[in-house]
């Protein structure tokens, strides 16, 4: 007898963002199924290319149709998650059964909970991600821009400023639901494989990610300042200030990049490392690639615009 959703491990939502393998990313929900996982695909897509979805996709999961458009997946995944868990990853997230095993366990005692993504391949951009990985991690254990996590769904009803609407909308959901008072937990030594995106794709996201550090105003600021004060040093004291003042920076990210290896080396390989004071560079120019985007209007994002309520949510998956 097939068991109910309810009585399964956890929830596992997905939302499709992107031009997918649909049979390759079935193949991965299918091995979350078996580790007892109620796994829901959220499908923004129009009509048609949702029902052609849907032959590959309703034999691994429940397959829900969402609104096209910013859709918030903290409401959306407590609306149609059918457990107490819930985890929550982007489409190229891929869980082992030991890492759900460990995720659901700190569950039982946290409120949300972070675990540490690692890219694995390992192409030149995807290098430079990881750099930013290991120099955040050494910096502090909390996952930058985290791309899974997981929350306790009554946990977070309890959370009243989250329902709010208006605003931007903070890609940074984990960030989200502590400045709304979740405790959150960074599960530094909990690691999850992320395959890295086409590099058309990856080029796409660094206006975005740069532009979610506007809520960190000093990080900000670092980055805004970077450039021009390379360019001042070089005018007022010649290349060779300059390229101290490079080298230094350089020096203390790939310092701060070794240091958020330990306790990771298996994940993340030595030369991760050296890719620490290119993610600076690339941060330093993205963020004025975002300042320009939100001065445009083109990055504004209104919360609630794409987001089903319960009743919605319970709609969508029964095909109505």
Request: include cysteine; charge should be neutral; glycine fraction near 8%.
């Amino acid at each position: 007898m097939r068991r109910a959703a309810t009585d399964r491990k956890c929830s596992y939502i997905i939302l499709l963002d992107r031009a997918h393998d649909l049979r390759e990313l079935a193949r991965y929900l299918t091995t979350l199924g078996v580790a007892d996982c109620d796994v829901a695909i959220l499908d923004p897509s129009p009509r048609p290319v949702f029902e052609r979805n849907a032959s590959t996709l309703r034999w691994v999961g429940r397959h829900l149709h969402v609104p096209a458009g910013p859709v918030d997946l903290v409401r959306c995944a407590t609306a149609v998650a059918a457990c107490e868990k819930v985890i929550v990853a982007s489409e190229d997230v891929r869980y082992t059964p030991e890492a759900i095993v460990r995720l659901c366990a700190l569950l039982d005692v946290h409120e949300v909970v972070e675990p540490q993504d690692y890219l694995d391949p390992l192409p030149w951009w995807g290098g430079i991600d990881a750099g930013g990985i290991l120099l955040h991690r050494g910096i502090e254990p909390q996952p930058e821009h985290g791309v899974t996590f997981g929350f306790r769904r009554g946990a977070v009803r309890s959370l009243r400023s989250l329902s709010a609407a208006g605003g931007p909308l903070d890609h940074d959901q984990a960030h989200r639901l502590a400045s709304c008072g979740a405790e959150v937990y960074a599960a530094a030594d909990v690691f999850v494989r992320r395959e890295p995106r086409a590099f058309g794709e990856w080029l796409a996201q660094r206006p975005r990610l740069a532009g979610n550090d506007f809520t960190f105003p000093v990080k900000t600021a670092f980055f805004l300042a970077l450039l021009p004060l390379l360019l001042l040093l070089a005018v007022a004291g010649g290349l060779q200030l300059a390229s101290g003042y490079a080298g230094v920076i350089s020096f203390a990210a790939v310092g701060l990049a070794v240091r958020g290896r330990l306790g990771a080396a298996a994940f993340f390989p030595l030369r991760a490392c050296l890719f620490a004071p290119l993610w600076v560079l690339e941060r330093s120019v993205s963020v004025y690639w975002a300042l320009l985007r939100r001065i445009s209007g083109a990055d504004v994002e209104t919360a609630g615009t794409a987001i089903p309520d319960r009743a919605r949510g319970q709609r969508a998956a029964s095909g109505e």
